[in-house]
């Protein structure tokens, strides 16, 4: 089992908050390679849909649609039964793990592209589809608490659900994709032969992000940890069955399985600032990010890579 090249930068990363180096990424670089990373991964996706018919896209969009509200479900009895969180901290950490990690696909994608494994192009329309709908789900779960404290904002909420940066420049990417067709082979240069370039760099600021994320782990270390794994795993064995279900290649199959691995935490904490604000939103940034995501570019995703070779 080997792990990427891009992985030694989220180690890296690790590292050096661990030995409290200075060593951090500016804001503004950081925040370039988050816009390249997404409007990549969306012209790449876009590009590739004109390829594919309706017929094969909608039914397996559908799908992914009901998947995404599935996750949180499975998610929420954890945390409320189990964690005995209250129901909108427990909500809104559903609602985190029914979305997706941009960040992780993008590992993802990059370990198939250096083993040279196909899969399905216009994957990135399943990562902008599977934003909204555990969001939907996460407030609903958490509806009785929302009305006691009066905290829904439907005008903002919906602004964030399709508007905020995540969103937008995914599907910008695919857009202009889709539009432009052929003619995105003059700008892939660019956004193609840089991309595992920028995505070093990236996993580089993430690992010490998630490492400084660590000390906030005191008091519920042991069920964080627990449920920040298991999961993963949970949501994995759920889309890697869906996308076999769909008939997708091995490399689909295992992109699916990565998706329901993962846990936003950029998207989803944007939006339930603004649907659930009395949510406790440093413990949910805290599992997906340095528990779940580390979890899933170390250990998860080469795991789940393996498991499909071996059985495809």
């Not at 090249?5 to 180096?21: C, D, K, P, T």
């Not at 432009?180 to 082979?185: I, N």
Request: aromatic share 10%.
């Amino acid at each position: 089992m080997q792990l990427d090249i891009v992985v030694g930068f989220f180690m890296l990363g690790i590292l050096a908050q661990l030995v409290r180096s200075d060593l951090r990424l500016p804001a503004g670089l950081y925040q370039s390679c988050v816009i390249f990373l997404l409007l990549a991964i969306g012209l790449k996706g876009g590009a590739a849909l004109s390829t594919y018919s309706a017929a094969t896209l909608v039914p397996q969009s559908m799908a992914v649609l009901a998947f995404g509200a599935l996750l949180p479900l499975l998610a929420f009895p954890l945390l409320y039964w189990i964690g005995k969180w209250t129901r909108l901290d427990a909500a809104a950490t559903a609602a985190h793990y029914g979305s997706v990690s941009v960040a992780t696909y993008a590992v993802a994608v990059a370990l198939l592209e250096a083993k040279g494994i196909d899969y399905e192009a216009y994957f990135p329309l399943f990562v902008a589809l599977l934003e909204v709908p555990a969001i939907v789900v996460g407030i609903l779960l958490a509806r009785r608490a929302m009305q006691s404290n009066n905290t829904n904002n439907t005008a903002r909420l919906v602004h964030e659900l399709t508007c905020n940066q995540g969103v937008l420049l995914l599907l910008g990417g695919i857009a202009i994709g889709a539009w432009a067709g052929e003619r995105t082979a003059t700008v892939m240069p660019f956004f193609g032969q840089l991309f595992h370039g920028v995505l070093a760099l990236f996993l580089l600021e993430m690992g010490r992000v998630a490492a400084a994320r660590l000390a906030d782990m005191r008091g519920q270390g042991v069920f964080l940890l627990s449920f920040g794994i298991f999961m993963p795993l949970l949501g994995g064995a759920a889309g890697g069955s869906l996308g076999a279900l769909l008939g997708l290649s091995a490399g689909g199959i295992f992109l699916l399985a990565v998706l329901g691995s993962s846990a936003s935490y950029i998207a989803v904490p944007a939006a339930m600032s603004v649907a659930l604000p009395q949510a406790n939103a440093s413990v949910s940034i805290t599992l997906s990010l340095a528990i779940t995501f580390p979890f899933n570019v170390l250990v998860a995703i080469p795991v789940y890579l393996a498991l499909v070779q071996h059985w495809s």
